[in-house]
């Protein structure tokens, strides 16, 4: 399962929206001067800053990831700045501060947590491809400014509670997985590897399957690699699951486990050239 699966209830979500987009607040800008065909990019690229599901979808996952990674709970509204190459990789990523919400006072180590909460779901997440009608050419660019915004969650009920709990839990232990088996690695291609794993009370892992899939937003990216597969294997089996987040709170361990981590070239903030 991964944190998009998981909603709070439709007819109350805007009272915990944390990003929110909208085709005034979610921009397209080329980073080069404004030949002709680079206008022609930029117009298409207005059509695409409407582009109703594009937005939808960016909004939606992203939604899901920052409810999930605020395990901190920080209040803020940041600016997320990615840019795009025209193969569509994610090539830089960071964040600026954004209107302080009403009532809420200026806290430099609170809006630098929540900085380095926002450029680490830039990086990692994989977001919906932009449109290849908006690049200019093979170099060209494009700069997505993504307004955050992470308001308190108050009102919940027991059950929605619970729910944000376990949506914190799962990303934890998926930032452990992509620490602990994708960092510092060189990742050639796009996906979302699944990780079925058995292990005993003392946190050894005994079985471990991983599958490499499309993901549903990227799926042009993919390629088969079972030198990545079978590393992957390797190296899940010698994880000491005591460290994972989650585990030492089952006095039985955790004998079966699930965990789903989107990989991509850029996923360690590499920026590509």
């Given at each position: 399962?991964?944190?998009?699966?998981?909603?709070?209830?439709?007819?109350?979500?805007?009272?915990?929206?944390?990003?929110?987009?909208?085709?005034?607040?979610?921009?397209?800008?080329?980073?080069?001067?404004?030949?002709?065909?680079?206008?022609?990019?930029?117009?298409?690229?207005?059509?695409?800053?409407?582009?109703?599901?594009?937005?939808?979808?960016?909004?939606?996952?992203?939604?899901?990831?920052?409810?999930?990674?605020?395990?901190?709970?920080?209040?803020?509204?940041?600016?997320?700045?990615?840019?795009?190459?025209?193969?569509?990789?994610?090539?830089?990523?960071?964040?600026?501060?954004?209107?302080?919400?009403?009532?809420?006072?200026?806290?430099?180590?609170?809006?630098?947590?929540?900085?380095?909460?926002?450029?680490?779901?830039?990086?990692?997440?994989?977001?919906?491809?932009?449109?290849?009608?908006?690049?200019?050419?093979?170099?060209?660019?494009?700069?997505?400014?993504?307004?955050?915004?992470?308001?308190?969650?108050?009102?919940?009920?027991?059950?929605?509670?619970?729910?944000?709990?376990?949506?914190?839990?799962?990303?934890?232990?998926?930032?452990?997985?992509?620490?602990?088996?994708?960092?510092?690695?060189?990742?050639?291609?796009?996906?979302?590897?699944?990780?079925?794993?058995?292990?005993?009370?003392?946190?050894?892992?005994?079985?471990?399957?991983?599958?490499?899939?499309?993901?549903?937003?990227?799926?042009?990216?993919?390629?088969?690699?079972?030198?990545?597969?079978?590393?992957?294997?390797?190296?899940?089996?010698?994880?000491?699951?005591?460290?994972?987040?989650?585990?030492?709170?089952?006095?039985?361990?955790?004998?079966?486990?699930?965990v789903q981590v989107d990989y991509s070239p850029w996923m360690n903030g590499r920026k590509q050239r």
């Open positions: 399962m991964s944190p998009q699966e998981m909603e709070f209830n439709a007819c109350s979500s805007s009272r915990w929206l944390l990003a929110i987009f909208g085709a005034g607040l979610l921009s397209l800008s080329g980073c080069q001067s404004q030949t002709p065909e680079q206008a022609a990019a930029s117009a298409a690229a207005q059509v695409q800053q409407k582009d109703e599901k594009f937005i939808t979808t960016f909004q939606t996952i992203l939604r899901s990831y920052a409810l999930a990674a605020n395990e901190q709970e920080l209040t803020g509204v940041m600016n997320m700045i990615l840019t795009v190459d025209a193969q569509n990789h994610i090539v830089d990523c960071s964040a600026k501060r954004g209107t302080l919400l009403p009532n809420e006072g200026q806290n430099n180590l609170r809006q630098a947590k929540l900085a380095k909460l926002v450029t680490e779901l830039c990086w990692t997440t994989l977001l919906p491809e932009v449109s290849p009608k908006v690049f200019a050419d093979a170099k060209d660019t494009q700069v997505i400014i993504a307004p955050m915004v992470f308001t308190p969650l108050i009102g919940l009920s027991e059950e929605q509670q619970q729910l944000q709990r376990t949506r914190i839990d799962l990303y934890r232990q998926i930032r452990f997985f992509r620490e602990q088996l994708f960092a510092g690695h060189d990742i050639q291609s796009i996906g979302v590897a699944s990780f079925h794993f058995i292990a005993d009370a003392q946190g050894k892992v005994s079985e471990c399957m991983v599958n490499l899939n499309q993901s549903p937003y990227r799926s042009q990216g993919f390629k088969i690699d079972s030198a990545l597969q079978q590393r992957l294997v390797t190296q899940c089996k010698l994880l000491d699951l005591r460290q994972m987040p989650g585990f030492a709170n089952n006095p039985k361990g955790l004998p079966m486990g699930y």
